[in-house]
T-cell receptor, first 114, second 115 residues
Framework: QQQVKQSPQSLIVQKGGISIINCAYE??????FPWYQQFPGKGPALLIA?????SEKKEGRFTISFNKSAKQFSLHIMDSQPGDSATYFC?????????????FGRGTQLTVWP | NAGVTQTPKFRILKIGQSMTLQCAQD?????MYWYRQDPGMGLKLIYY???????DKGEVPNGYNVSRSTTEDFPLRLELAAPSQTSVYFC??????????????FGPGTRLTVT
């Protein structure tokens, strides 16, 4: 059972456009939502993360929007660039758990055309 | 400071063979993790360790074993390889403490094919 549902599976965006990736979860114990970026042949790397006490977090061109009541969160990439072409994973975690296990979505392969 | 290193980068195994995937970190992290990544499936946790001598199963442990004799190393052992174990394997580590305050750092991965 997929704890975190992610869509779309793939996304093609023109350079300068906005890329939007959506995730949803059911477990109300989740209270930390990171996004990971993975380039081909590399391991995932933390991109940006949000806690549920805020509805939005912005770092440069990357913004997470969080809707606690709907149990949804999304990643927006403004002014998308070819260098943003990568696979993006959303994840969720219960901060109170000792292990701090991450539950990952299935990933979105983003291609930004120049 | 190399971070998390994994060897080998690629490996082809025949069905029934065994091998050990190596993972090492030089950040003195207590927590270490093994994930597998299959196309379109995200990352699934295989095993984890919260310190030397302490390991436990994750979501998909069948067919794998781990050991943690030192803080630095966390090898993953495949016994009797099966085609279903064809995947990309990632090792990760983080410092102790609240998980949201301590990022997981991933290695570059090992691509394993079982034929």
């Amino acid at each position: 059972q997929q704890q975190v549902k992610q869509s779309p599976q793939s996304l093609i965006v023109q350079k300068g456009g906005i890329s939007i990736i959506n995730c949803a979860y059911e477990n109300t114990a989740f209270d930390y939502f990171p996004w990971y970026q993975q380039f081909p042949g590399k391991g995932p790397a933390l991109l940006i993360a949000i806690r549920p006490d805020v509805s939005e977090k912005k770092e440069g061109r990357f913004t997470i929007s969080f809707n606690k009541s709907a149990k949804q969160f999304s990643l927006h990439i403004m002014d998308s660039q070819p260098g943003d072409s990568a696979t993006y994973f959303c994840a969720a975690m219960d901060r109170g758990s000792t292990l701090g296990r991450l539950y990952f979505g299935r990933g979105t392969q983003l291609t930004v055309w120049p | 400071n190399a971070g998390v290193t994994q060897t080998p980068k690629f490996r082809i195994l025949k069905i029934g063979q065994s091998m050990t995937l190596q993972c090492a970190q030089d950040m003195n992290h207590n927590y270490m993790y093994w994930y597998r990544q299959d196309p379109g499936m995200g990352l699934k946790l295989i095993y984890y360790s919260v310190g030397a001598g302490i390991t436990d199963k994750g979501e998909v442990p069948n067919g794998y074993n781990v050991s943690r004799s030192t803080t630095e190393d966390f090898p993953l052992r495949l016994e009797l390889a099966a085609p279903s174990q064809t995947s990309v394997y990632f090792c990760a580590s983080r410092n102790r403490g609240r998980a949201d305050k301590h990022e997981q750092y991933f290695g570059p991965g090992t691509r394993l094919t079982v034929t």
